[in-house]
């Protein structure tokens, strides 16, 4: 029974079948909060939903059999917890959409794909790894919006009261801006003034029109080159240093692996392996060799045949 289980839990089409049970769970779970589907489907979902939510209970009981005579090793790996605590709030006693949620997050379980990926592997290990330095990115990037948020609303506020009668209005209106995205009509507005120019949300307020054609260009322009040119390419240099790491560090474990692999072997069987290889090199030679000698042989027989 335990071998059996062993060979399910490590088998290719085991692992792509419970993947596949997650999606259909997903599915179901997006059916079901149609309400027309639900009242003419309802009780073929919940069949559904019960017969995947049993499956992903063998999943687990494969899992723990196949870990015997130690089970409970069965929870050391994070995402086994997470699949068990899933499971188990299924079975709690309590209804709503909230247990349909819960279910729903088990598509997560699609990043186990990481690990077959060796190259999205180095990829996400990159992103792990520069958390830490992307938080002091990020804790520098909020100082300089807070001090532009400021500036911006002592400078603007009175004259554009939407975008910059507050702090927090300001910061999401720099937030907009560092994305590039419509901050030509903020720019405007501060440039000739709300009188001038303006849009219709910012007619209804009360404000005190005044433009600020210099300014506005240097606080504009100085913010997207702080903001959009530098900060978010130290981002982007931050994750290829940390990607740098994650091969250097994947290097290090394949050596590892072979030096694993080498431990225990005697001098005799490495010797044999070496011949073994050299044997090979040797054959290879000598095809090489034969392939060559045919080669110009039919170049001299070509050569002849023209004389």
Same mark, same amino acid.
């Given at each position: 029974m335990v071998e059996l289980c062993r060979k399910i839990s490590e088998s290719k089409w085991f692992p792509n079948f419970i993947i596949g049970v997650i999606f259909l769970a997903g599915i179901v779970v997006g059916l079901q909060t149609d309400s027309y589907i639900q009242q003419h489907y309802g009780e073929i979902l919940i069949i559904l939903d019960n017969v995947i939510l049993y499956i992903f209970v063998f999943e687990i009981v494969i899992k723990m059999i196949a870990k015997s005579p130690r089970p409970w090793e069965f929870f050391k790996d994070g995402w086994n917890v997470f699949d068990f605590i899933i499971v188990a709030v299924c079975f709690l006693p309590f209804g709503g959409p909230y247990v349909a949620v819960l279910r729903l997050a088990r598509i997560l379980r699609v990043l186990r794909l990481v690990s077959a990926l060796p190259k999205l592997q180095v990829l996400v290990g990159a992103l792990i790894k520069s958390i830490p330095s992307m938080s002091y990115v990020g804790l520098l990037l909020l100082l300089l919006f807070y001090i532009y948020a400021v500036m911006g609303t002592y400078l603007f506020g009175q004259n554009d009261p939407l975008h910059f009668g507050s702090i927090g209005a300001s910061m999401m209106t720099l937030f907009e801006i560092i994305t590039l995205e419509g901050?030509?009509?903020?720019?405007?507005?501060?440039?000739?003034?709300?009188?001038?120019?303006?849009?219709?949300?910012?007619?209804?307020?009360?404000?005190?029109?005044?433009?600020?054609?210099?300014?506005?260009?240097?606080?504009?322009?100085?913010?997207?080159?702080?903001?959009?040119? !530098?900060? =978010?390419?130290?981002? *982007?240099?931050? @994750?290829?240093?940390?990607? &740098?790491?994650? $091969?250097?560090?994947?290097?290090?474990?394949?050596?590892?692996?072979?030096?694993?692999?080498?431990?225990? !072997?005697? =001098?005799?069987?490495? *010797?044999?392996? @070496?011949?073994?290889?050299? &044997?090979?090199? $040797?054959?290879?030679?000598?095809?090489?060799?034969?392939?060559?000698?045919?080669?110009?042989?039919?170049?001299?027989?070509?050569?002849?045949?023209?004389?």
């Open positions: 901050w030509i009509d903020v720019f405007n507005i501060q440039v000739m003034g709300s009188n001038v120019y303006t849009v219709e949300a910012l007619e209804s307020m009360q404000r005190v029109p005044s433009a600020h054609p210099v300014a506005a260009p240097v606080y504009f322009i100085s913010f997207i080159l702080l903001g959009t040119m !530098i900060m =978010l390419n130290l981002f *982007i240099g931050i @994750i290829i240093n940390g990607m &740098e790491e994650t $091969n250097r560090e994947e290097t290090i474990k394949e050596l590892a692996k072979i030096r694993e692999q080498l431990h225990g !072997i005697s =001098l005799e069987e490495e *010797i044999n392996l @070496i011949q073994q290889d050299i &044997e090979k090199i $040797n054959e290879n030679l000598k095809l090489l060799r034969n392939r060559i000698s045919a080669e110009s042989g039919g170049k001299k027989i070509s050569q002849t045949d023209v004389h």
